[in-house]
T-cell receptor, first 114, second 112 residues
Framework: GENVEQHPSTLSVQEGDSAVIKCTYS??????FPWYKQELGKRPQLIID?????GEKKDQRIAVTLNKTAKHFSLHITETQPEDSAVYFCAASGPYSSASKIIFGSGTRLSIRP | DGGITQSPKYLFRKEGQNVTLSCEQNLNHDAMYWYRQDPGQGLRLIYYSQIVNDFQKGDIAEGYSVSREKKESFPLTVTSAQKNPTAFYLC???????????FGPGTRLTVL
């Protein structure tokens, strides 16, 4: 069945350094790849997303890259700050015709060391 | 906060009782979803609905039931058949044409 694998499960970086989280997906029909940030006890919130017709997308300190051939996509956070500490989830979704349910990765707990 | 609400925020249930979690959205979204999140875990899909009066099972539907009588509402019932229901339950919605999901604030269910 459809599957999204996410690595690492935990990540600790020094404030100001970069953080990279990687995901792979199994369904080649997937065409939408969102990233969600969830702070402790709160709801997940979309931070950036990318569609399959684009290889890279940036929004200030956050970027996402997509390699459709390898079925990999990654989240890059530069110049990390304490408020970046949270759990990050990647996800993959197919076209609406395939019910558009999103498959989530298992999450990465990012800690920023002062 | 995105026009999707869940109630109650905290819910306590005795073993053997059914409970219903509310989810309402005013975003005019066609699709709605229920997820379960256990401590330190990811999101697991319970049920989803793409349109009124229609819904499909997700990965962990056993012991749960839903209804979708109105576009705005997608209540989840946790039945006594769910053996380990203590978890954080998240409802989400999305546009029919798009894929971005907007999440509600969640309901934390505890079985006593």
């Amino acid at each position: 069945g459809e599957n999204v694998e996410q690595h690492p499960s935990t990540l600790s970086v020094q404030e100001g350094d970069s953080a990279v989280i990687k995901c792979t997906y199994s369904d080649s029909a997937s065409n939408y790849f969102p990233w969600y940030k969830q702070e402790l006890g709160k709801r997940p919130q979309l931070i950036i997303d990318i569609r399959s017709n684009v290889g890279e997308k940036k929004d200030q300190r956050i970027a996402v890259t997509l390699n459709k051939t390898a079925k990999h996509f990654s989240l890059h956070i530069t110049e990390t700050q304490p408020e970046d500490s949270a759990v990050y989830f990647c996800a993959a979704s197919g076209p609406y015709s395939s019910a558009s349910k999103i498959i989530f990765g298992s999450g990465t707990r990012l800690s920023i060391r002062p | 906060d995105g026009g999707i609400t869940q109630s109650p925020k905290y819910l306590f249930r005795k073993e053997g009782q059914n409970v219903t979690l509310s989810c309402e959205q005013n975003l005019n979204h066609d699709a709605m979803y229920w997820y379960r999140q256990d401590p330190g875990q990811g999101l697991r899909l319970i049920y989803y609905s793409q349109i009124v009066n229609d819904f499909q099972k997700g990965d962990i539907a056993e012991g749960y039931s839903v209804s979708r009588e109105k576009k705005e509402s997608f209540p989840l019932t946790v039945t006594s058949a769910q053996k380990n229901p203590t978890a954080f339950y998240l409802c989400a919605s999305s546009k029919r044409e798009g894929n971005e999901q907007f999440f509600g604030p969640g309901t934390r269910l505890t079985v006593l």
